[in-house]
């Protein structure tokens, strides 16, 4: 096995044991990068020099007796999180030149840990997409298929995780976006509960969504990832001080004494005879490793879509208003100063965000702020009740994590398709709970010669991470679904 190919637990305790170094798997990582990323297009800007300078450090911090956990781990970085120094785009033309000056809490903490930066990777513009096409800046493409989306909008790190470019991903996920490319690309899409990752340095999209996590090849991985990003941190008010329990040294191995509640309302046969069977042995898999399934209900979990597509859209139009050509990013001049914020915000934004920003700051309005802003909050309410009431009978609830595999290019015609993409992930968003994505089997879409993965969705209560990636890897293990096919671009590479 190439050492790019390694997992990141892997890489940590070669690096940590002293078998490897850093520096060499920089170098093996970088290298690869350089031969497929051509194909791939997972990342917007490769940090070579970064990187190696970080392996540098790592190796004299290994040789000064420190012990790192993600000790010369490979890391991808969204391009909607800061680090120092490097250009962080969020994907739109507004920020393309735009260089951070300081670096996002989770990602000090990440760096902190032995991980190396590798890039900066594509997304949606400002995490508004379910398939990366939104990105102003560069097409990104499934590795399993290239005429596929990768998924969205953590497209770009799910791409370079799943291409071998890195072993962990750090993502963003405000209705789904770290768990539906976690499922599109064959990979764990793990997004913690809201408040237990700092969002200090994330270029913020819907505030009360926002939480940034980890995409990887194996659960083991999530769980390093996920101790090493999280906990309290005062530049962040929403975050949390809460112990973060030790996760990776506690994985189980099977789901003996769990109940897991199969929800009513997300009926399955209605995603046609093949994804039907393929959920149903999912869950019957879940019962042969000792959980006990239950019927559990989500009445209202049906109207998350309208309800985070009022929310989301308004809480961005007002996140964004800060982009006005005076103190980020591109700025185009004009007659006076509101001349200059609309020829700024024409040329900067792409049409999915002016879309956001006109319906947000139409439900935000005086008028109709009652009607709709006011009516979406309560629905989030009952949304999150139902949850609650639900997990009063069951441990951990499971359901699709997307009602396809990836799609080909341009297969979304309108805006209204392409959110749809995310109904089984929005209502645990807007209920703040824990939840990831694990590979669950293939599907060969019509149309399609290849392949390609679909993912189990397992969430909890509030702050149970260590339950819920406790039986992710429990299923992980038992089925091993992620390693029955290999990505299609060593055939295109040629590797
Ligand atoms: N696809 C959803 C949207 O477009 C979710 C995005 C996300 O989680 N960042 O808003």
Known sequence: MELFERSAAEIARDVQGGTVSAADVTEAVLRHVHAVDGEIGAYLT????????AATRVDER????????????????????????????????????????YTATAVARMLDAGAIPIGKSNMDEFAMGS??????????????DLTRVPGGSTGGSAAAVAAFEAAIGMGS???GSIREPGAFCNLVGFKPTYGRVSRYGLIAFASSLDQIGPLTRTVEDAALAYE???????????????????VSSHLRGDLSGLKIGIVKEFDTRALGDEIDELYDKAYHDLEALGAELIDV?????????????????????????????VRYGL??????????????????????????????????????????????????TL????????????????CPAASSPAFQFNAKSDPYSMYLMDYYTIPMSLAGLPALSVPCGWITPPGGDRPMPMGLQLTSPLFTEKLLLGAAHAYERATQHASKHKPAFDAVSGR
């Open 131 to 144: 398939s990366c096409e939104n990105s102003a800046l560069g097409v990104t493409k499934n590795p399993y």
């Open 62 to 101: 290994i040789k000064a007796g420190e012990k790192l956990p993600l000790a010369g781990v490979p890391l991808s970085v969204k391009d909607n999180m800061c680090l120092t120094g490097t250009r962080t785009t969020a994907g739109s033309k507004i920020l393309e030149q735009w260089v951070a000056p």
């Open 173 to 175: 996920d405000t209705g």
């Open 297 to 325: 209900s989500l009445p209202t979990a049906d109207y998350g879509l309208a309800t985070y597509y009022l929310i989301a859209p308004a809480e961005c139009s007002s996140n964004l208003a800060r982009f006005d050509g």
């Open 228 to 246: 090493a990003m999280s906990g309290w941190d005062p530049m962040d008010s929403t975050s949390i001080d809460r112990e973060v329990e030790p």
């Open 383 to 398: 949304i999150a009740d139902d949850f609650r009431k639900a997990f009063a009978q069951c441990d951990l609830i499971a």
């Open 46 to 53: 490769v940090l070579d020099d970064v990187a190696r300078a």
């Open 331 to 380: 700025r185009v001049e004009g007659a006076d100063v509101h001349d200059m914020y609309e020829k700024t915000r024409a040329a900067g934004f792409g049409p999915e965000v002016k879309r956001r920003i006109l319906i947000g700051t139409y439900a935000l309005s005086s008028g109709y702020y009652d009607a709709y802003y006011v009516r979406a909050q309560k629905a989030r």
